[in-house]
């Protein structure tokens, strides 16, 4: 890892305090940076199977990273079953989404444009801005960011505009936000979280998808729909009207940065309240179609412009305000979940000589959405992991029993439909 640090930017980079809050936070390169500080060392109790690792990740996840320096933990486990090694690699959100965090994976792994021989490390930290440059450099972005407002104005106005008049034209288009029904898990968050994983054969899911006209992605949304229907009908509180999912979608080019988040995102129903498994996989394509029209009515990039005109110390305090009086469990969610389908590398890594087997990535939650599910492609597998808060889904791990219960039931019911001839 040591020599990879050079293709690592992010790993080397801490944040700085803009005085006054009148921006974000600034990344600065860490001059008191100590590998050893981020590398752990932990062994798990026998059997050192799924839940152990599960129930490990899961501990790492519940605390927070230490914003004096960079963020990001890595965690060599040891003890798993079958003589395995695991690594778990803690990154921020702010440093890297799951694009990016593919990229860097390939980097410190040693695939691709890095797969030659790393050169010298000249890496040499420049100096931290005094609170004075900071101050100034915040003045200057904010000036332009007020420069460019009307222009948004303009854009969000012209968004609205197509959205409102797409709308008025009928169709398949999911809800807007904050008309989700509220379940369980769309509750205020709590500080500690449940993260469990499982896997199911991605030529599986590519015969299912082919056969109906879908997309991988309808596919996973569908089988994701299918068990949390099943979790919440167990729990005698499954909703008649569909949950909504947020679905990101990177909006810069795929492997083209191994740092940063730059990630928008669908809006969408899932058909929770859809039995017939084929019809849940159609309905999902369906809405997908309509979501897409009304990202590219808003514009990709809408939200994250706001956001980035969003005063951060009176945001921050209002966050703080809102997650203390548990304010999330008071209101409609605007979403229910986060679904979010990441490609990984499709030849198989090696991390020192020994064969990397799976990947997993868990997702970031938030107040009153407290389920992500996010998938990665693997060497033909998908591999889901799933997070959450510990009181609010204590039973996590059925819904992992439920997604492999949806696929053997997808696969009969498409296989029985080819045989019967049927048709979309």
Not at 58 to 64: G, K, L, T, V, Y
Request: with cysteine.
């Amino acid at each position: 890892l040591g020599s990879r640090l050079q293709y690592l930017p992010p790993f080397r980079r801490r944040i700085v305090e803009v005085p006054f809050g009148l921006t974000h936070p600034a990344w600065v390169e860490d001059p008191d940076f100590d590998l050893d500080y981020h590398v752990r060392r932990v062994a798990i109790p026998e059997p050192g199977g799924p839940k152990e690792f599960g129930e490990l990740i899961s501990d790492i996840a519940s605390h927070q990273l230490d914003r004096r320096r960079p963020l990001w933990e890595l965690w060599v486990v040891e003890g798993l079953e079958h003589g395995h090694i695991g690594v778990v690699a803690k990154i921020h959100h702010a440093a890297a989404d799951g694009v990016a965090a593919a990229a860097m994976l390939a980097n410190v792994l040693g695939v691709g444009d890095a797969e030659e021989e790393a050169p010298p490390d000249t890496w040499r930290p420049d100096p931290i801005p005094s609170d004075w440059e900071l101050f100034v450099g915040a003045v200057k972005s904010l000036a332009v960011a007020i420069a460019h407002l009307p222009t948004l104005l303009w854009r969000t106005f012209q968004g609205l505009f197509r959205l409102a008049r797409r709308r008025r034209a009928g169709g398949d288009l999911p809800p807007p936000p904050f008309s989700a029904p509220a379940v369980s898990f769309n509750r205020a968050l709590t500080p500690h979280r449940r993260f469990v994983f499982s896997s199911v054969s991605l030529d599986d899911v590519k015969e299912i998808k082919d056969a109906l006209g879908a997309t991988v992605n309808d596919v996973i949304l569908a089988l994701s729909a299918a068990a949390l229907r099943r979790y919440l009908q167990d729990r005698g509180e499954l909703p008649t009207r569909p949950l909504m999912s947020g679905v990101p979608v990177s909006v810069g080019e795929m492997g083209t940065r191994s740092s940063g988040n730059m990630v928008s995102n669908l809006f969408t129903s899932i058909p929770t309240d859809v039995a017939d498994p084929v019809e849940r996989v159609r309905t999902v394509h369906r809405m997908m179609q309509g979501a897409k029209e009304v990202h590219n009515a808003l514009g990709a990039e809408m939200l994250s412009d706001w956001t980035e005109l969003t005063p951060p110390r009176p945001f921050a305090a209002f966050m703080r305000f809102y997650s203390k009086r548990e304010l999330a469990s008071r209101h409609r969610p605007p979403i229910n979940v986060v679904i979010s389908n990441v490609p990984g590398p499709r030849t198989p890594l090696e991390i020192a000589g020994a064969r990397l087997v799976s990947i997993y990535s868990m997702g970031p939650i938030l107040e009153g959405i407290g389920l992500n599910i996010t998938v990665w492609s693997y060497c033909g597998s998908l591999n889901f992991g799933i997070v959450s808060c510990r009181e609010l889904m204590p039973d996590l791990w059925q819904l992992t029993d439920h997604i492999q219960d949806a696929l053997e039931e997808l696969k009969k019911a498409v296989a029985s439909e080819g045989k019967s001839g049927g048709s979309s």
